[in-house]
């Protein structure tokens, strides 16, 4: 295992740090898309929600596609 921080989509999930609390009062289950500190919008699910970051980013670039929930799952892989 690495030991070194993850710099990919740093940014955009500091980003989604800073304003979650605000986006639960608002877009609690939404779906979130953003680049950077450019927030694209909100969407009702992840199919409008990433085809909407390819459109306007493009399929050679990372942008965050994420729902706004209050706790986040947890998933393990065996």
């Given at each position: 295992?690495?030991?070194?921080v993850?710099?990919?989509?740093?940014?955009?999930?500091?980003?989604?740090?800073?304003?979650?609390?605000e986006?639960?009062r608002?877009?609690?289950?939404?779906?979130?898309?953003?680049?950077?500190?450019?927030?694209?919008?909100?969407?009702?699910?992840?199919?409008?929600?990433?085809?909407?970051?390819?459109?306007?980013?493009?399929?050679?670039?990372?942008?965050?596609?994420?729902?706004?929930?209050?706790?986040?799952?947890?998933?393990?892989?065996?």
């Amino acid at each position: 295992m690495s030991s070194t921080v993850p710099t990919r989509l740093l940014a955009e999930t500091e980003f989604y740090d800073s304003h979650k609390a605000e986006w639960l009062r608002i877009h609690r289950n939404e779906f979130v898309v953003a680049k950077g500190t450019e927030l694209l919008g909100f969407f009702t699910n992840f199919r409008d929600a990433y085809y909407a970051g390819v459109e306007k980013y493009g399929m050679n670039t990372d942008f965050l596609v994420k729902r706004v929930v209050e706790q986040e799952p947890v998933f393990v892989v065996f």
